[in-house]
């Protein structure tokens, strides 16, 4: 693959270099870059530098606060005056969202993440 490089920074990726304006060049990219890394002219490297570890937390953490957005929105299931004919699939609804981050232990997992259906 050929990536495309402005002001030391990977912008895009193509299979087949094309015309671009001089301030920009062409490079052999190696399987992994992805847009956004640093180029030195021979390496390229993360711009990020959190570990490891603090990007899986990072990660978790915007889960999380996605999966309580969805709690949240559900709160009204859990009233006293509120019969609800599925109240069951509310409840499994709702375990299954605080169960979400269970098990998780790389970012890929994270990403890999397929919510539960609300019930109807």
């Not at 005056?81 to 979400?100: E, F, G, H, M, P």
């Amino acid at each position: 693959m050929r990536g495309l490089v402005h002001n030391n920074v990977l912008i895009q990726i193509e299979e087949k270099e094309f015309p671009v304006h001089p301030d920009l060049i062409w490079v052999d990219v190696p399987d992994g870059v992805p847009v956004g890394w640093n180029y030195d002219g021979t390496n390229f490297t993360d711009p990020d530098t959190r570990t490891d570890q603090e990007k899986f937390n990072d990660s978790l953490d915007r889960l999380r606060a996605k999966r309580n957005i969805r709690l949240n929105a559900s709160d009204w299931t859990q009233a006293k005056d509120v019969n609800l004919s599925n109240a069951d699939k509310w409840a499994t609804y709702r375990q299954s969202l605080r169960d979400i981050t269970k098990g998780l232990t790389t970012i890929a997992d994270i990403e890999a993440v397929t919510w539960p259906n609300k019930p109807e």
